[in-house]
């Protein structure tokens, strides 16, 4: 039996049209982009104009923001959250930023010495420049929540 010739392309099949991600509605898109990572999302937005700006949108770097630093971003509402992220990124890798666990005490003068002793102990730090006479500082984590 001769096998039958293939068929032409006027007889194939219809296929239904190729279904293109920007199909989607930006909603669906932007729900998938949160999940991604800086890196993803960069390349994402390398791709075409409609999935630059989906990427660049503030949800996305609202998400990115809290998956880095484990934070929300602060209510800045006339600065974009990309915007906020590059900034932050840059100031660690710059060494720029002030860290709020970190406090500067003033002693009135005192220190136009350096202390000799320090104890801590608790919540309490002890500072001394001389051997038995020692300046007490309370510690009050709550300030720093």
């Known amino acids: 039996m001769a096998a039958s010739p293939p068929p032409s392309p006027s007889q194939a099949p219809p296929y239904p049209p190729a279904t293109k991600i920007t199909d989607l509605d930006s909603d669906s ?5 949160v999940n991604l990572t800086l890196h993803d999302v960069c390349n994402l937005a390398k791709t075409s104009t409609a999935l630059k700006h989906l990427a660049y949108s503030d949800p996305v770097w609202h998400s990115l ?11 800045a509402a006339a600065v ?12 660690l ?7 709020p666990f970190v406090r500067t ?3 009135d003068g005192r220190a136009s010495k350096p202390f000799n002793h320090l104890i801590l102990h608790h919540n309490n730090v002890f500072f001394s420049q001389v051997r038995y006479f020692f300046w007490k500082c309370k510690i009050d984590f709550n300030v720093f929540v």
């Open 105 to 107: 005490v003033h002693f």
């Open 29 to 33: 898109i932007a729900h998938c982009v």
């Open 65 to 75: 923001f809290k998956n880095r630093w484990n934070r929300e971003l602060p209510d």
């Open 80 to 91: 974009p959250a990309k915007e906020l992220y590059i900034s932050r990124h840059t100031d």
């Open 93 to 99: 890798h710059q060494f720029k930023f002030r860290d």
